[in-house]
């Protein structure tokens, strides 16, 4: 399995978690909540949910709404299939959701687990934001030697896309020392104290106020005979 099916699987079984979905539902809420996904189709998705289904962790319902009742004998397509999460599933979920390695804090990986942060404890999200922070760190301080040994060969254009590229790694540094900061005193994002783990609105995919993985503002057509 590539590094990135094994993202969307993550993504597909976590926003399921959340309530059970249609096909174009789900593949809405991936491109808006997940900039990882911001540009992929449904020839992405369905080969994904086939293994998910093979796998037990996912099972077909019939849509239950009138819309889709009434959608096969008055259009001749079949009513959509709904996407709902088995037990199975949820276990796995959880176990993914635990994992702290570094495929959790690697550039293709990070927004993905960030998003799902709202349902990750508290000893989870610490050690991803540290591990993040510190492969960050590594990176900066390869990309400052670099610009140390090179910076009188460079002209000023490729000069300043280093310089620019130097600072967005450095922002994001900032901003998880910030996270790690409100985990320790034991807040969540929106400052308040908490307990345990931090409980926020993955359902409309918001952060607290803090600048989300990623969003995409263009309207997505549904397909009436997609699933």
């Known amino acids: ?122 000893d989870v999200r610490m050690r ?9 760190e590594e990176r900066l301080e390869k990309m400052r030697a670099s610009l140390a040994r090179t910076r009188e060969r460079l002209d000023d254009y490729t000069l300043e896309l280093q310089r620019h590229g130097m600072e967005s790694v450095e922002r994001e540094v900032r901003w998880l020392n910030e996270l790690i900061e409100s985990e320790r005193a034991g807040r969540d994002l929106k400052g308040s104290a908490t307990g345990g783990s931090a409980q926020q609105d993955t359902t409309s995919g918001a952060t607290g106020g803090l600048p989300r993985p990623g969003d995409d503002p263009r309207p997505d057509t549904p397909d009436d005979t997609a699933t």
């Open 1 to 122: 399995m590539s590094r990135r099916s094994g993202i969307l699987e993550f993504a597909v079984l976590g926003l399921l978690r959340e309530s059970p979905m249609h096909g174009y539902e789900l593949r809405k809420r991936l491109n808006t909540s997940l900039g990882v996904f911001r540009a992929f189709s449904y020839g992405t998705l369905y080969p994904c949910l086939k293994t998910l289904l093979a796998n037990g962790w996912l099972i077909e319902e019939p849509g239950n709404t009138a819309e889709d009742a009434l959608a096969a004998p008055l259009s001749g397509r079949r009513a959509k299939i709904v996407y709902r999460l088995t037990a199975e599933g949820k276990e796995h979920f959880e176990q993914l959701l635990s994992q702290t390695g570094p495929d959790a804090y690697e550039d293709e990986t990070f927004a993905a687990r960030f998003a799902f942060f709202g349902q990750t404890s508290r």
């Open 128 to 136: 991803v934001l540290e591990g993040r922070r510190s492969r960050l």
